[in-house]
């Protein structure tokens, strides 16, 4: 079993929808949780940052930690085309001696069509 | 402010040779991680450095081996080169503070072994 679990997709919502970005893990030490955007060919961009549970708000965006359950989530609204890419979700934990890798999902292909 | 760099951006090898990635830290970020992203899934840890010491390494053969530098720059060396070798290598940096995991990528070396 994978540390964490993301759905692939691809997922096409039309312009303007609510936008809902899913991930699980396993792993009880995780304490940070990151949202990434990665456009093809390109690196991730970061686009929130989480710590523990609870919601945080940027934008048009929204990321939900549950850790009780070890779900995350990330809520797009009134998505545009350009958010087409894809979103991988991403987990630390507590940092030992210096040392807080990133550990992935596969990332979910999210298209949005005028 | 420039955003993390990496050189080449592209690389073609062949199976056995050896290849050497370069990347620049965000300015005052001394702390680079690598990591590799196999087409569809997401990037997967290889290792991570600060203050020129290996901080961790993750599941990767010996053929892979890094170095940070006194200005934080670093190298990522891979010898004996696979197929399986292929894919885009990121490098991302954070300002290892006591508070600070996000890290943040550069745009990626894509490497592709023939």
């Known amino acids: 079993q994978k540390e964490v679990e993301q759905d692939p997709g691809p997922l096409s919502v039309p312009e303007g929808a609510i936008v809902s970005l899913n991930c699980t893990y396993s792993?009880?030490?995780?304490?940070?949780f990151m949202w990434y955007r990665q456009y093809s060919r390109k690196g991730p961009e970061l686009l929130m940052y989480?710590?523990?549970?609870g919601n945080k708000e940027d934008g048009r965006f929204t990321a939900q930690v549950d850790k009780s359950s070890k779900y995350i989530s990330l809520f797009i609204r009134d998505s545009q085309p350009s958010d087409s890419a894809t979103y991988l979700c991403?987990?630390?934990?507590?940092?030992?001696?210096?040392?807080?890798?990133?550990?992935f999902g596969a990332g979910t292909r999210l298209a949005v069509h005028p | 402010d420039a955003g993390v760099t990496q050189s080449p951006t592209h690389l073609i090898k062949t199976r056995g040779q050896q290849v050497t990635l370069r990347c620049s830290p965000i300015?005052?970020?001394?702390?680079v991680s690598w990591y590799q992203q196999v087409l569809g899934q997401g990037p997967q840890f290889i290792f991570q450095?600060?203050?020129?010491?290996?901080?961790g390494r993750g599941n990767f053969p010996d053929r892979f081996s890094a170095r940070q530098f006194p200005n934080y720059s670093s190298e990522l060396n891979v010898n004996a080169l696979l197929l399986g070798d292929s894919a885009l290598y990121l490098c991302?940096?954070?300002?290892?503070?006591?508070?600070?995991?996000?890290?943040?990528f550069g745009p990626g070396t894509r490497l592709t072994v023939t």
């Open positions: 450095y600060y203050e020129k010491e290996e901080r």
């Open positions: 991302a940096s954070n300002s290892d503070t006591d508070n600070s995991y996000e890290q943040y």
């Open positions: 300015s005052g970020h001394k702390s």
């Open positions: 989480t710590y523990s549970s």
């Open positions: 792993n009880s030490a995780f304490q940070y």
């Open positions: 991403a987990m630390s934990a507590v940092r030992s001696g210096g040392y807080n890798k990133l550990i």
